[in-house]
């Protein structure tokens, strides 16, 4: 029973490169969430997908994209990093107004 | 636009003492209020939520929170705080179309010390 299982924990990246966060969920949910997490700033949605097939921006959606692979995957990509993305991502699925189940993080460092 | 306030960003508070953490919504309609602890270097653990009715409500590991409707509060309180309660603590609220999307917006983060 992993729940939400993120990949990769930890990464450094220059200024300028490319990555994708993964992001899996074996709960059958319907919604799932990208977060970056910031000292003093709490939580901020980067995108989300209600469903399999739809995404849609959050409160901070510039300088990424993503993809709703399927409805366990949901993906995360910096085209073109910068250091104003360095942070700590998180992935979170939900079934419905429940509340979500996040995953462990991803601590991304660009330099 | 909905959002969420927690005054406090950091409290220190004695082992066995009683805790409360204030968190304020702005929210037009009746709010979907949550309450998150993320341990160091862990993710985020649902404590409890309130969608309706009673406006107290119980959650894990000893903790309560109220809803005051006229207050647009949820504070979460515990009687008394053992030392594994030192974390960060998150309020959140359902923004418009929660039944549809799920979105939550998260205020800026309680960080709790306890003190021996």
């Known amino acids: 029973n992993a729940g939400v299982t993120q990949t990769p924990k930890f990464q450094v990246l220059k200024t300028g490169q490319s990555m994708t966060l993964q992001c899996a969920q074996d709960?059958?949910?319907?919604?799932m969430y990208w977060y970056r997490q910031d000292p003093g700033m709490g939580l901020r949605l980067i995108y989300y997908?209600?469903?399999?097939?739809?995404?849609d921006k959050g409160e901070v959606p510039n300088g990424y994209n993503v993809s709703r692979l399927n409805k366990r995957e949901f993906s995360l990509r910096l085209e073109s990093a910068a250091p104003s993305q360095t942070s700590v991502y998180f992935c979170?699925?939900?079934?419905?107004?429940?509340?979500?189940?996040f995953g462990s993080g991803t601590r991304l460092t660009v330099v | 636009a909905q959002s969420v306030t927690q005054p406090d960003i950091h409290i220190t508070v004695s082992e066995g003492a009683s805790l409360e953490l204030r968190c304020n919504y702005s929210?037009?309609?009746?709010?979907?209020l949550f309450w998150y602890v993320q341990s160091p270097g862990q993710g985020l653990q649902l404590l409890l939520k309130?969608?309706?009715?009673?406006?107290l409500v119980q959650g894990i590991k000893g903790f309560e929170a109220e809803f005051k409707r006229s207050q647009s509060s949820f504070n979460l309180r515990k009687p008394s705080v053992h030392w594994s309660d030192a974390a960060e603590y998150f309020c959140?609220?359902?923004?418009?179309?929660?039944?549809?999307?799920?979105?939550?917006?998260f205020g800026q983060g309680t960080e709790l010390s306890v003190k021996p």
């Open positions: 979170a699925s939900s079934p419905s107004r429940v509340g979500y189940t």
């Open positions: 709960m059958n949910h319907n919604s």
């Open positions: 997908s209600a469903s399999e097939g739809t995404t």
């Open positions: 929210y037009g309609a009746t709010p979907y």
């Open positions: 309130y969608f309706s009715g009673d406006t």
């Open positions: 959140a609220v359902g923004a418009t179309g929660f039944n549809q999307g799920g979105k939550l917006i």
